[in-house]
């Protein structure tokens, strides 16, 4: 479910410009942490998907004024492909090396988002990482959540990052 207009009224913004700020907030960590500066906005299409295949998912938890969670969901070959441009070394399946790498991704992105959802983010507290990784499975975070999700691109394939937050 998006946002409610007495959600965006609370953090002071719009739904677009809040998109706007939470896919900058990915383009900068992808572009500093992970060296890809080719991340781009796909434009919202109702057929985004909480049913994944040959995929990984990292989640971080969020506790305190808003509660919530913040996931990104990637293929298998660009979580591999992130994780060598990461490490700077080659990394050929998926290992602890990726479910690191990919939860400290989320981790990031979690942490540069809660900025946006009060003055610094201090009073909103992130959960260690979790992992998963199938080659078919479902996420769902329950009923009564808001969520943006964004839909993103390399040159390589598509994947997506979500903010939820519980109603």
């Not at 965006?8 to 677009?16: D, G, W």
């Not at 995929?55 to 994780?83: D, E, K, N, Q, R």
Request: proline share 4%.
């Amino acid at each position: 479910m998006p946002f409610k207009p007495e959600t965006l009224s609370a953090l002071n913004t719009t739904e677009e410009r809040l998109t706007r700020v939470l896919t900058k907030d990915v383009q900068e960590i992808f572009s500093s942490m992970v060296g890809v500066e080719d991340i781009m906005y796909l434009p919202p299409q109702l057929d985004l998907t909480s049913h994944f295949k040959d995929c990984l998912t990292a989640m971080v938890g969020l506790a305190g004024s808003y509660s919530g969670l913040v996931s990104i969901h990637v293929p298998w070959p660009l979580a591999i492909s992130f994780t060598s441009q990461m490490l700077g070394m080659e990394v050929t399946e998926i290992d602890d090396d990726v479910n690191d790498a990919m939860g400290e991704i989320a981790n990031m992105i979690a942490g540069s988002f809660k900025q946006h959802l009060s003055k610094g983010g201090s009073d909103i507290q992130l959960s260690t990482p979790s992992v998963v990784n199938g080659s078919d499975y479902t996420v769902t975070s329950g009923s009564n959540i808001e969520n943006i999700t964004l839909k993103l691109a390399t040159d390589e394939e598509w994947f997506m990052v979500s903010l939820s937050l519980e109603d």
